[in-house]
């Protein structure tokens, strides 16, 4: 008999853990830091108790929420295909990919949650690095401003984009062109 392949079952989304992230991120956008952890487990459709064994306290979620933030703008910078896109196309991936999550971000900044800056720079700061150093070698992007203040104007129009989003009358796909436009349109060369 030939051996049998060893086949496990793919790991499980744990739900209930899906849901109290979700959660916070809606509840802590709202309310800010007058939002306490039975709020977020209402808001989740838990018990307190159920909350409490997922995330003991407060600094436990926001650690928990900061690594899902990052992992989900990693799987976004992946699947955006970065390097097989133009440089424009790269950049409004970017900005749209960004403008997505941005409400997790928020909610991190105001509650003065530091991300892991090692895997933050290896997951998203070098892909995006890496489109910019591309535009600018292939003169897509101008080369008479230095990258890393083209980086961070681009930074400003991120945030601005996540703004936008967040406007029940313009959404993440005319925030997310509209800011790519206007960056682009300063910093291609003349």
């Known amino acids: 008999m030939p051996p049998q392949p060893d086949v496990r ?24 830091g007058l939002a306490n952890l039975t709020d977020v487990a209402a808001a989740a459709g838990v018990s307190r108790a159920t909350l409490y064994r997922y995330y003991p306290n407060r600094d436990v979620l926001l650690k928990a929420l900061a690594a899902h933030a990052l992992a989900d ?29 941005a409400d997790h971000y928020t909610v991190l900044a105001a509650e003065q949650v530091e991300l892991d ?13 890496a489109v910019f150093e591309r535009g600018v070698e292939t003169g897509v992007l101008r080369q008479d401003i230095p990258l890393d203040v083209l980086r961070e104007l681009f930074g400003g129009v991120l945030l601005a984009a996540a703004k936008l989003a967040a406007r029940p009358d313009i959404g993440i796909e005319e925030a997310s062109a509209a800011a790519t436009s206007v960056f682009l349109a300063g910093a291609r060369p003349h």
Do not use: Q, Y
């Open 73 to 101: 703008s990693a799987s976004r910078v992946v699947a955006a295909g970065l390097d097989r896109a133009p440089v424009e196309v790269a950049i409004e991936r970017i900005v749209r990919g960004f403008a997505s999550v």
């Open 9 to 32: 079952p793919a790991p499980l989304v744990d739900r209930t853990a899906e849901a109290i992230l979700d959660a916070a991120v809606r509840v802590w956008s709202e309310r800010g």
């Open 117 to 129: 800056l090692d895997e933050k720079e290896r997951l998203i700061e070098a892909p995006i690095r």
